[in-house]
């Protein structure tokens, strides 16, 4: 069961990024800071060369992000859109943790060594722990979410071990010492549930932002008062095997599921595609 989080921010406004945290970025993502946001610029290439595990090709983006110094919160959070939602310290994307077809996409899409893949527009990126840069350290910083919130790993000095859902609020993360964070975590959501801050449209951040006190939604979102995407969706008929690519074997670093079965690769167009967003019914959205 989800717990709550209780916040000692200041009149439902936060501290975001701090230098400490800045200081971290690598692979030449460049920031540039203003009075009210951090602007943020990278090419969504990882440091290790991709794998390659589907049809499409891993390319250099042009990512800039603008995200606040003093992010915002309410009482309810905001659902995820599909495609970007966050980026690593090395500049690559953060993917909600759903395909187009609804399914479980760090169950049922293939990923390469580091446990990413490209999408149709050939920008790699996250659905579930990226293995190659979380390394089990303390209170390790690994990137933001575009609501301008810190995404860390899973183990925490204060709890003395690896938090779990059990430990995070229903956007997965929590307050320490007074600021809110997500962690990234082996369980679903994998990154983020559901946005706890307000998040400004981004490159690549498509469509409009739909909020947990919608009755319906057309986004993503594991909100604690939904019954949408609590839990993972796991696999299901409308998750069909895709072709490989034209080797047939996804090629030097094809990537596997946790029981050691290929996963199926990601076709152009699939899940990770923020263009075709899934849909599980009609809803009122909150525009930005």
Avoid at 150 to 174: F, N, Q, W
Avoid at 228 to 242: L, N, Q
Wanted: charged residues 20%; positive net charge.
């Amino acid at each position: 069961m989800h717990t709550l989080a209780v916040f000692a921010c200041v009149v439902g406004v936060c501290a975001a990024l701090t230098n400490k945290e800045i200081a971290q970025f690598v692979n030449g993502v460049k920031i540039t800071s203003t009075t009210s946001s951090h602007k943020i610029s990278a090419t969504g290439m990882p440091e290790h060369t991709p794998g390659n595990v589907n049809p499409n090709d891993a390319k250099a983006q042009n990512y800039n992000f603008n995200i606040p110094k003093k992010p915002t919160y309410g009482s309810k959070g905001g659902c995820l859109p599909m495609g970007i939602i966050g980026v690593t310290i090395q500049g690559v994307g953060i993917f909600n943790p759903l395909t187009a077809e609804a399914c479980d996409a760090v169950l049922v899409e293939k990923m390469d060594k580091c446990n990413g893949h490209p999408d149709m527009r050939g920008a790699y990126h996250h659905h579930g722990v990226p293995t190659c840069l979380v390394n089990g350290t303390a209170d390790q910083f690994i990137g933001f979410a575009l609501d301008g919130f810190p995404i860390y790993g899973a183990m925490a000095s204060d709890l003395k071990r690896e938090v779990t859902a059990d430990d995070l609020d229903e956007c997965h993360g929590r307050e320490v010492n007074g600021k809110y964070r997500y962690h990234v975590t082996k369980e679903w959501p994998y990154f983020l549930g559901c946005f706890k801050g307000a998040a400004n449209r981004q490159q690549g951040f498509m469509g409009s932002q739909a909020w947990c006190t919608n009755t319906k939604a057309t986004h993503m979102c594991s909100c604690k008062d939904r019954k949408v995407f609590k839990k993972s969706p796991g696999r299901t008929d409308a998750c069909p095997e895709r072709p490989q690519r034209p080797n047939g074997n996804g090629g030097p670093n094809a990537g596997t599921n946790n029981n050691g079965a290929t996963r199926r690769p990601h076709r152009p167009g699939g899940g990770s595609r923020p263009m075709r967003p899934f849909r599980p019914g009609p809803g009122t959205l909150v525009g930005f």
